[in-house]
């Protein structure tokens, strides 16, 4: 079965400092993954998606994202956090054995303190 | 721009109530999805449909149907509301080509409808 694990409920980052928050999934079969961003009363918004290829994938906002296969995570990264980064965010797994169900992580908490 | 549209921002609704979230999209997406999101658990697929009149349960569809008459709409029913079901409710399209099996794509989704059943 297909699942992912964000295991930071919460991250607290500085402004100005690198941001990460961490993801690990299990699939069976090649996976594809995503990070999308929720912030307060509003629907989630798509970030950027591994599919094939480079495994640094770089997407919205300055976001960035490292496919590891071997330790089976796809953590997302930003060299220098802002204020209006603080957000929800949530990594995503699809898997072609999974049937086209797209499984979402519990979600981390971003907060960037000016 | 992609635009989904759910109806309704915030709903309160008494216990037993029949209860409709809809949901519109613009850019002719072949594929719709609802989901719930409830914090700590992310979200959860209720539903999903690939097209017109098709429907697939998701991994929690107990106490919820669907209904996808025409290609740019998808509803949600709560055929009789319960207070376990009060949750922000999400609904999403996608370009992914299930019946040509592209896993591809990303969700695109509605600003979302919070319900509360008292």
């Known amino acids: 079965a297909q699942s992912v694990a964000q295991p930071e409920d919460q991250v607290n980052v500085a402004e100005g400092n690198p941001l990460t928050v961490k993801c690990t999934y299990s699939?069976?079969?090649?996976?594809?993954l995503f990070w999308y961003v929720q912030y307060p009363n509003r629907g989630l918004q798509f970030l950027l998606k591994?599919?094939?290829?480079?495994?640094l994938v770089k997407g919205s906002y300055g976001f960035e994202a490292e496919f590891n296969k071997s330790q089976t995570s796809f953590h997302l990264k930003k060299p220098s956090a802002l204020v209006s980064d603080s957000a929800l965010y949530f990594c995503?797994?699809?898997?072609?054995?999974?049937?086209?169900?797209?499984?979402f992580g519990a979600g981390t908490r971003l907060f960037v303190k000016a | 721009d992609v635009k989904v549209t759910q109806s309704s921002r915030y709903l309160v609704k008494r216990t037993g109530e029949k209860v409709f979230l809809e949901c519109v999209q613009d850019?002719?997406?072949?594929?719709m999805f609802w989901y719930r999101q409830d914090p700590g658990l992310g979200l959860r697929l209720i539903y999903f449909?690939?097209?017109?009149?098709?429907?697939e349960k998701g991994d929690i569809p107990e106490g919820y149907s669907v209904s996808r008459e025409k290609k740019e709409r998808f509803s949600l029913i709560l055929e009789s509301a319960s207070t376990n079901q009060t949750s922000m409710y999400l609904c999403?399209?996608?370009?992914?080509?299930?019946?040509?099996?592209?896993?591809?794509?990303?969700?695109?989704f509605g600003e979302g409808s919070r319900l509360t059943v008292l």
């Open positions: 999403a399209s996608s370009l992914l080509g299930i019946r040509d099996r592209d896993l591809t794509g990303e969700l695109f």
């Open positions: 699939v069976s079969g090649n996976p594809y």
């Open positions: 591994y599919i094939t290829g480079d495994n």
């Open positions: 995503a797994v699809r898997a072609n054995t999974g049937g086209f169900k797209t499984i």
């Open positions: 850019m002719d997406h072949e594929n």
């Open positions: 449909s690939y097209d017109v009149k098709m429907k």
